[in-house]
């Protein structure tokens, strides 16, 4: 739907009395804001990393653990268990090893002449 018509839609709600005052500025003020909820998820999806200090073989299943809150041991057995599906584990740990990036990879370097 446009912004247009989804500002139309909460006018007319907000003057049938649908909407409280309150409630219309502030769908108004989350329309307006565009897709700050989308833009979230890219940034939450965009900060998996590979774990470096949980690491068995690549950090794959440390790093989902650290994203998710879900223990490193319990993505581990399901990459297994997917392992013996067809090996789609297999691939599909492959491929999170090679797209996701390590934490190393997103530490700040210092800067030369300090140790």
Same mark, same amino acid.
């Given at each position: 739907?446009?912004?247009?018509?989804?500002?139309?839609?909460?006018?007319?709600?907000?003057?049938?009395?649908?909407?409280?005052?309150?409630?219309?500025?502030?769908?108004?003020?989350?329309?307006?804001?565009?897709?700050?909820?989308?833009?979230?998820?890219?940034?939450?999806?965009?900060?998996?990393?590979?774990?470096?200090?949980?690491?068995? #073989?690549?950090?794959? !299943?440390? /790093?989902? &653990?650290?994203?998710?809150? $879900?223990?490193? +041991?319990?993505?581990?057995?399901?990459? *297994? #268990?997917?392992?013996? !599906?067809? /090996?789609? &584990?297999?691939?599909?740990? $492959?491929?999170? +090893?090679?797209?996701?990036?390590?934490? *190393?990879?997103?530490?700040?370097?210092?800067?030369? &002449?300090?140790?």
């Amino acid at each position: 739907m446009a912004m247009s018509d989804e500002l139309a839609r909460l006018g007319d709600l907000h003057q049938r009395g649908v909407l409280s005052d309150d409630e219309f500025a502030r769908a108004k003020a989350r329309v307006l804001d565009g897709g700050s909820a989308a833009s979230s998820g890219v940034a939450a999806i965009n900060s998996l990393r590979r774990s470096v200090a949980d690491r068995w #073989l690549g950090g794959v !299943c440390g /790093g989902l &653990g650290e994203f998710t809150g $879900v223990s490193a +041991w319990v993505w581990r057995l399901c990459f *297994a #268990l997917m392992v013996l !599906c067809a /090996g789609t &584990g297999m691939l599909a740990y $492959v491929l999170l +090893w090679i797209f996701v990036p390590s934490q *190393a990879a997103a530490r700040p370097l210092p800067a030369l &002449g300090s140790r």
